[in-house]
Nanobody, 124 residues
């Protein structure tokens, strides 16, 4: 099995920055893409960003392009989400997810493993 644990969430003022981390344990061998999703109160879970195994391919939601950066350190089995210029509308629970295969996709159904989430709150 695979366990994903997010950290780094918190309360920040608009315009501020946060860096989320997602540490994987368990079956970490293989080549697989990872992603970040978020879910705000009363809304459906939405795609934020994804990255390929090598880091050479990534994708972002239009709402975060130019502000968020996804990266990964395979030696540490960790994926990161650097969030800059945060806005109140970025407030949500952020989830880390992993696919069983490589390939950057934005559909949540394509991800096989999920973390418990970390809360990000941006105050105006």
């Amino acid at each position: 099995q695979v366990q994903l644990v997010e950290s780094g969430g918190g309360l920040v003022q608009a315009g501020g920055s946060l860096r989320l981390s997602c540490a994987a344990s368990g079956r970490t061998s293989g080549f697989y893409a990872m992603g970040w999703f978020r879910q705000a109160p009363g809304k459906e879970r939405e795609f934020v960003a994804a990255i390929s195994w090598s880091g050479g391919s990534s994708a972002y939601a239009d709402s975060v392009k130019g502000r968020f950066t996804i990266s990964r350190d395979n030696a540490k089995n960790t994926v990161y989400l650097q969030m800059n210029s945060l806005k109140p509308e970025d407030t949500a629970v952020y989830y880390c997810a992993r696919r069983r295969i490589n390939g950057v996709v934005s559909t949540s159904a394509e991800y096989d493993y999920w973390g418990q989430g970390t809360q990000v709150t941006v105050s105006s």
